[in-house]
C-alpha cells in the first residue's frame, strides 16, 4: 500500500511536474476546442481542431504577412482628440485613456511598410480591441496618408478591415471619413496602384458602406461576419426572416459581394500571387 502513501519522494515529483505546466496558457474556441496559446501562435492563430479563425490585431497581422516580422510604421503617434465635448456613461476623453492604457495602442488603426515576398508594401490595418475598431477622424487620416506614402513611392496598398463602424463619439467627424477616403481612393486609381482590402471578423457599419468594399480585389477570411447593420436591426427594419449565415463571408461570396475567401494560412501567399498578377499587367499595358 505504500504507492499511496505521501512520501517526500512523491511530494517533490508532484511539484516539479506542476512547475513545468504553465497556467493561463490556454485558447478556448467558440466549439469548444482548446489549444495552447503557443501551438495557436504557430498556426497563425487558426484553431487545427475546428479551423476557426481567432480575432486578432494589426501587430500579429503585420508579423503574419510582413517578410521576417519585420516593418516600418508610420504615423505612429496620431491620435484623437475631442472635438466635440463628447460624454456619454463617461467622458470620451477618459475613454481615449484609459483604452490608450490598456491596449497599447493610439487609435483604431496601425500602417505599416514592409516587404511580402520581397516586394515593398503599405498595409493598414485596423485593430477591435481600441473602441470595436471604430471609424474615427484619426483611422481616416492615417489610411489617407498611407494612400499618399503608396503614391509617393509607387506601391500597392492593402487594407485589413475589422470594425464595428463609426465612432459615435465624433459624430459628423467620424462620418466625414468615408468620403474622404474614398475620394484619395481616387487618387491611388489614377496612379493605377492597387487597393486590396482583406474582410476579417467583424466588418460593419460605415467600413462596409463605404472603402472596405471599394477594393480591386475583395477578400474575407472564412467565417468572417460582414454587414451593415446587426440581424436583429435589419429583421424589424424590413420585416422578414432573414436566411441562415446571411451575414458570413460564405454567403456574401456566393452573392457576389466578394471575389475570394482565403485561410489566414494562406494569406500572404495569397496575396504574393495577387500583386505579381496585377503589377505585370500594369507593366504590359
Known amino acids: 500500500m505504500a504507492w499511496f502513501r505521501r512520501t517526500k519522494k512523491n511530494i517533490q515529483t508532484t511539484t516539479e511536474e506542476k512547475k513545468d505546466t504553465p497556467k493561463g496558457l490556454w485558447y478556448k474556441t467558440p466549439t469548444g476546442k482548446v489549444i495552447e496559446t503557443e501551438d495557436l501562435e504557430k498556426n497563425d492563430y487558426v484553431s487545427p481542431e475546428d ?7 494589426s501587430q500579429q497581422y503585420f508579423e503574419i504577412l510582413f517578410d521576417d516580422k519585420k516593418f516600418k510604421e508610420l504615423d505612429k503617434n496620431l491620435s484623437s ?12 476623453v477618459d475613454r481615449l485613456r484609459i483604452t490608450k492604457k490598456n491596449t497599447g495602442l493610439t487609435d483604431s488603426l496601425r500602417t505599416a511598410v514592409g516587404e511580402i515576398n520581397q516586394r515593398k508594401v503599405v498595409i493598414s490595418c485596423m485593430d477591435f480591441v481600441f473602441i470595436g475598431g471604430s471609424l474615427g477622424s484619426v483611422m481616416g487620416e492615417k489610411i489617407v496618408r498611407a494612400i499618399d506614402y503608396a503614391i509617393k513611392h509607387n506601391l500597392a496598398f492593402v487594407l485589413i478591415c475589422k470594425s464595428g463602424g463609426a465612432r459615435m463619439m465624433e459624430a459628423a467627424h467620424s462620418l466625414m471619413q468615408m468620403a474622404k477616403v474614398e475620394a484619395k481612393l481616387v487618387e491611388l486609381s489614377e496612379a493605377e496602384l492597387p487597393y486590396i482590402t482583406i474582410l476579417t471578423d467583424p466588418t460593419f457599419g460605415g467600413i462596409t ?16 461576419l460582414i454587414g451593415f447593420a446587426g440581424p436583429r436591426v435589419i429583421k424589424e427594419t424590413i420585416g422578414r426572416d432573414l436566411p441562415e449565415g446571411f451575414q458570413t463571408a460564405e454567403f456574401l461570396l456566393e452573392k457576389g459581394f466578394i471575389d475570394v475567401i482565403v485561410h489566414r494560412q494562406s494569406l500572404k501567399r495569397r496575396l504574393s500571387q495577387l500583386l505579381d498578377f496585377i503589377v505585370d499587367e500594369k507593366k504590359e499595358k
Open 51 to 57: 479551423d476557426f479563425h481567432v480575432r486578432i490585431g
Open 81 to 92: 482628440k475631442d472635438p466635440l465635448g463628447w460624454e456619454d456613461t463617461k467622458k470620451y
Open 209 to 224: 458602406a463605404s472603402f472596405g468594399m471599394m477594393g480591386d480585389i475583395t477578400i474575407a477570411e472564412p467565417g468572417a
